[in-house]
């Protein structure tokens, strides 16, 4: 049984590549593209790209995309079940990326965040080894309660649960102790460094996923282009390097480890192993654009 059920986001990403500042107030010249994407529908296209067997993803979606959302899935090797929500558009996300290739999100969760606990059915988990849970889910009150329902069901199967963060902003608008709260359980923690220096208050990375890792069994925090840290029971017990890359767009580079990350485990890696097929896939990300895996 090597299953993967992510519950997650999708989103339709607005990517635009702007080589000089934004100029207030006028035109800034840019390159924009129009892609699927999302925190977890990302991860699970990656898993799938991994060798990952059976991935599942359950997200909720507007009528206006349902389609080519998933069209995309499928074609990606992830078997989509999307709820089609007739009152919320498809969630959007305008990713602005400078000539450094860093990204700032404009983010309407929209249909995303409307996933709700009657979308959700036990018999999700049948043959699911593990089940992963995007953090945006835990920033609005109904998918909110979908995800612990989610979470608490894996638990009572013995189903492995990663939760990844997602977004320090919306981490810290949630607050910090609720946020935690709330991913209780999990079984591993797929934090940035931002996100693991905003859970702990502690401002080195190695200290911050050593103390979240007292927390949950087993916590991987991604250092952007320095790599990632491995934390168990306490300690920074790994750090692996990532490959040399020319960085043009960072959108989805932590969604690309979290779904390697996830494929190397279930095929049976250890945790550093797990990191460093992790970065592999990071550095395959910032490399293109958008957040999925070159077809």
Request: glycine share 10%; with cysteine.
């Amino acid at each position: 049984m090597r299953g993967l059920l992510v519950v997650g986001d999708v989103v339709t990403d607005v990517v635009a590549r702007h080589a000089e500042p934004l100029a207030p107030a006028t035109d800034t010249a840019a390159r924009i593209r129009t892609l699927p994407g999302g925190a977890g529908a990302n991860a699970a296209c990656w898993a799938a790209s991994r060798g990952c067997q059976e991935v599942r993803l359950l997200a909720r979606v507007g009528t206006d995309a349902h389609d080519w959302h998933a069209d995309a899935l499928r074609a990606a090797g992830v078997r989509p079940l999307l709820v089609a929500d007739p009152d919320a558009p498809t969630a959007t996300v305008i990713a602005l990326v400078d000539a450094g290739a860093e990204r700032t999100f404009l983010t309407d969760s929209a249909a995303a965040l409307r996933l709700a606990p009657g979308d959700w059915s036990e018999d999700l988990l049948d043959g699911v080894a593990h089940l992963h849970v995007s953090g945006y889910m835990f920033f609005a009150d109904t998918s909110r309660a979908t995800a612990r329902l989610a979470l608490a069901a894996a638990r009572d199967r013995g189903v492995p649960v990663s939760v990844d963060p997602a977004s320090a902003g919306f981490v810290g608008a949630l607050g910090v102790d609720r946020f935690l709260a709330s991913v209780e359980g999990a079984d591993v923690l797929l934090p940035n460094a931002d996100e693991a220096r905003l859970l702990t208050g502690l401002a080195e990375p190695a200290d911050a996923a050593a103390e979240l890792s007292r927390r949950f069994p087993l916590v991987a925090v991604t250092l952007g282009a320095a790599g990632a840290l491995v934390a168990e029971q306490g300690a920074a017990v790994e750090r692996v390097a990532a490959p040399e890359v020319r960085a043009v767009d960072s959108t989805g580079a932590g969604d690309a480890f979290t779904g390697a990350f996830l494929a190397a485990r279930l095929a049976g890696a250890d945790p550093a192993e797990a990191a460093r097929a992790g970065c592999r896939a990071g550095a395959e990300a910032v490399g293109s654009v958008g957040g999925r895996p070159r077809g």
